[in-house]
């Protein structure tokens, strides 16, 4: 039999592919992790926004920030609060100044001065990720760096993201950044450190007027579960269908 | 055989296999479909737990009052009670050990967001009791004369 190196070679590598590629074409997992994965966790986190308590004072940004170790003063943040005041034109003036860092102590809206007797309503809106059951930041996301946990939260793993951008323009609420320092996408996470260990999350601690709170919707006896399930609630831009998990009560339509 | 077709296919064949090896060797154990599906749940397992060891850094009244409970109980009976420690004196992270001292900020600016006037009738800032920033002793920091633990009394 003779051989020449041509086909010598065509064989070597064609036999080490064929070796190779079903191997890492496909995972095998065992029954048990099957359903381990399947296993259905016992919290699904979830937050109530009291829109009619924000007095807007931003305690919770800033301690967002600090917790997060987010840089204070880069223009990014976590959570904000936004101000809507409405005049009886009809028009909606809103700003949120440092995603309202520092609170809304000036009257002047993005430098505009508004009468007090022109004002039909005012109020102010926290935001912050709301950890959609249909999160299209996850969807969009090329390496698999951003996943939801068993328990609903979205998490972005930092040593995996590529910084691509592409949750950041795939999020519907604005939601996401570009961590300046880290160099990768960020956004809330309701302080997973903190949930996990049973304290609430910072945003929630440090809001003097009980404008936020967590919830575990898997426990019908959390008390905030009972308002989210019994009270009228209303979700920021429904329409998406991503079924967002912070819950707005005194919700105003003008809200974008 | 001589095609000519053939030789730039094994080198496509070869390097696309050279890929598959090399993501053998790249890809953490753990990464795989952990969650729900795979659109959603396709991710490193271990990054749940190193996001679990984030450092906290608020650490909430309960922790203040095992040394200042004096001072936890003038706040608890004030109409100060629903405000944490740690909005005014910063996160506590370990202290006293690391920082030794927590930076307390005592600026107009931060009473202010709470109790500057807005106008707003029908939100709930118009509950909180306010001043107008530009008229009441402007340029003078609130402790001066308010007890910031103790609001309702004025220092002399």
């Known amino acids: ?256 | 055989m001589k095609w000519h077709v053939l030789r730039p296919l094994w080198v496509a064949i070869a390097l696309v296999g050279s890929i598959l090896i090399a993501r053998q060797f790249v890809v953490p154990d753990d990464f795989g479909v952990h969650g729900q599906n795979f659109t959603y749940g396709y991710y490193r397992l271990s990054n749940v737990q190193e996001w679990k060891d984030f450092p906290v850094k608020y650490r909430g009244r309960e922790y203040c009052v095992n040394c200042h409970a004096e001072k936890v109980q003038l706040v608890n009976q004030s109409p100060h009670e629903p405000v944490e420690c740690e909005n005014c004196h910063g996160p506590a992270v370990n202290h006293p050990a690391d920082p030794a001292l927590l930076l307390i900020d005592t600026t107009r600016e931060h009473c202010l967001r709470c109790h500057a006037l807005l106008e707003y009738p029908n939100s709930s800032r118009a509950h909180v009791p306010s001043i107008n920033n530009r008229m009441h002793m402007r340029r003078r920091e609130c402790a001066e004369c308010h007890n910031p633990h103790s609001p309702g009394e004025k220092r002399e």
């Open chain 1, 1 to 256: 039999m003779t051989c020449s190196r041509r086909d010598f070679l065509k064989e070597a590598v064609g036999g080490t592919l064929a070796s190779v590629l079903p191997l890492s074409a496909f995972t095998f997992i065992s029954s048990e992790e099957a359903k381990a994965a399947l296993a259905e966790s016992k919290v699904r986190w979830a937050f109530l926004v009291d829109a009619s308590k924000c007095t807007g004072c931003g305690l919770c940004v800033k301690a967002c920030k600090n917790e997060n170790e987010i840089p204070y003063d880069a223009p990014v943040t976590r959570t904000w609060v936004e101000r809507y005041v409405v005049t009886k034109d009809g028009e909606t003036h809103i700003d949120s100044p440092l995603g309202g860092r520092d609170g809304f102590i000036d009257d002047k809206i993005r430098g505009e001065e508004i009468d007090p007797e022109d004002i039909a309503k005012a109020f102010f809106v926290p935001k912050l990720c709301n950890q959609c059951d249909n999160p299209a930041c996850v969807q969009v996301c090329p390496v698999g760096a951003t996943y939801q946990t068993n328990d609903g939260v979205v998490l972005i793993d930092r040593d995996w993201c590529i910084g691509c951008g592409y949750c950041i323009m795939a999020c519907p609420y604005g939601v996401r950044f570009f961590h300046p320092e880290h160099k990768v996408a960020d956004k809330c996470n309701f302080c997973y450190h903190r949930i996990s260990k049973g304290m609430p999350p910072a945003c929630v601690e440090c809001c003097a007027f009980d404008a936020r709170r967590l919830a575990n919707l898997k426990d019908p006896d959390d008390p905030v579960t009972k308002i989210i399930t019994t009270e009228r609630v209303a979700v920021l831009k429904d329409e998406y269908g991503t079924k967002p998990h912070v819950f707005y009560l005194g919700l105003d339509a003008s809200v974008r």
